[in-house]
Structures are given as structure tokens and as C-alpha cells.
């Protein structure tokens, strides 16, 4: 691994530690992601967690619940379907989700893809049925890692999130305003649902002067949403 992606994985091992770190009385092994807005980097963000976490030799499970516009199966270049709204659809929903998981080429990472794009997503995700499918994935795996909606646009998350440990908020620099984070903030509030963390993303301390209890360098895509891995320095914080 090249220097620079060295340190990229490193800046995911530190948001692993500050997460760890914040559960040591209670421990967060469900652990949803979301932003304000579209493109913020939570995909991002939730993928490298996840392999930074099965680093530790820990079985982990990405879950893509974005049932509207999935990305993880084009991040680890593996098929879409069969998926998680397959596995929603079927009354023997045992058998199809021992067929919807995937290894990925990380040890110890599995995938739950979205499947096929369902006309109840928001539905599916409120059902006994994937309140189910939590608590037996939660005595399968250490972690359960959720890719959810934007939370400004879709209330998927919100419902989830009632199932789950917590949620970590992604948003971008000098593209998510005050006004989105802070009616993404209250939204959460209003839902009862747990912010164990916030994540401000593509920072250039170059440019603009900040100062935080947790900084660390971000040096370009470790896995991105298209599913490659780049360079280009950029340096990003979390909290």
C-alpha cells in the first residue's frame, strides 16, 4: 500500500477508534450513516468504516438501505441483486438472505446489496419482517453497518434508526449549508434518534482555518462510491 493510501486508511481507523471510544459503556454494533443531502460522502464514509472495522478481525456487514438509489454493489463491483428488498418481498426470507449476503474481497467484510428497487421502500424498512432480519443479523455479525437515504429528502432512515445503536451524520464542506445540517439535526431530535457522530467531510485547512478536538488527514478515495480507490490530498475531521 502506497504512502498515501496508508494514511488514508489510518484517518478511517481514527474515526474507528473515536467511535469505539464513545461505547464503552454501551457498545454501538448497529450503526446507521446518513447526510443532510445527496453527495455529502456516507456511502464513502460507511465502506471504509466497515473494512477499517473488519481490520480488527471483526465479521462485519454493510447493509445497503437505500432501496431508492443503492451504490454499495458498484463500490465492491458485485451484483445488485438478489438484495435486501428481495429478501423483504419473500414469506421464506431465511433462504434468500443466506443468498442475498456477499463476501467481498476483505476478509471478514460481507454485503447486503438493496436488490431491485421496490415501489414500498419506506414501508419494507417499517415492517416486523426487517425488524426481524436486524436481530438475526445482529447475532450473526460484530457490526452491522446501514448505508441509508439523505436525510432531508427521505424519512427511511429515521425509521430505521429506531432499530439501530445510532447514527453517524456525513456532511460536506462548502456544499452543506447551516440551514440543512441544523433541520437535519432536529429532525433526528424530533425522532428520538441517536447522533453518536458527525463527520465534515473534503475540509481544505489550507483554505479555511478550523480548529477541533479530533482532526485527521482524509487523502483523497480509499473506496468511493464508484468503486475505485484514488489519490488527492484533502484532509477531512471527525467528531
Not at 457498545?27 to 443532510?36: E, V
Not at 441483486?81 to 419473500?90: F, M
Not at 428497487?117 to 450473526?140: F, H, Q, T, V, Y
Not at 425522532?191 to 482555518?209: C, H, P, S, Y
Request: charged share 25%; with cysteine.
Amino acid at each position: 500500500m502506497s504512502p498515501r493510501l496508508q494514511q488514508l486508511a489510518e484517518s478511517f481507523r481514527t474515526l474507528r477508534a473515536n467511535l469505539l471510544f464513545i461505547s464503552v459503556d454501551r457498545p454501538r454494533r448497529l450503526i446507521a450513516f446518513s447526510s443532510p443531502l445527496p453527495e455529502d460522502g456516507k456511502t464513502t464514509c460507511a465502506s471504509n468504516l466497515a473494512v477499517a472495522l473488519s481490520q480488527m478481525g471483526k465479521t462485519v456487514l454493510l447493509v445497503d438501505a437505500d432501496l431508492r438509489k443503492s451504490a454499495l454493489h458498484r463500490v465492491f463491483h458485485l451484483d445488485r441483486s438478489p438484495g435486501l428488498s428481495q429478501v423483504l418481498a419473500e414469506n421464506e426470507w431465511q433462504t434468500m438472505l443466506g443468498k442475498a449476503i456477499r463476501r467481498t474481497e476483505t476478509q471478514s467484510l460481507y454485503l447486503l446489496p438493496s436488490g431491485e428497487r421496490p415501489p414500498n421502500p419506506n414501508e419494507m424498512l417499517a415492517s416486523e419482517k426487517m425488524g426481524e432480519i436486524i436481530d438475526l443479523l445482529s447475532k450473526r455479525f460484530d457490526y452491522l453497518i446501514f448505508d441509508t437515504p439523505p436525510l432531508l429528502q427521505i424519512s427511511d432512515v429515521l425509521i430505521l434508526s429506531q432499530r439501530l445503536d445510532g447514527l453517524v451524520l456525513v456532511v460536506r464542506s462548502g456544499k452543506t449549508g447551516k440551514d440543512s445540517l441544523r433541520d437535519a439535526v432536529e429532525l433526528t431530535g424530533n425522532a428520538q434518534t441517536d447522533i453518536v457522530g458527525i463527520v465534515l467531510n473534503d475540509i481544505d485547512f489550507k483554505r479555511e482555518r478550523y480548529y477541533y478536538a479530533y482532526q485527521y488527514k482524509y487523502y483523497g478515495t480509499y473506496y468511493d462510491e464508484k468503486g475505485g480507490k484514488k489519490g488527492g490530498e484533502k484532509e477531512t475531521q471527525g467528531k
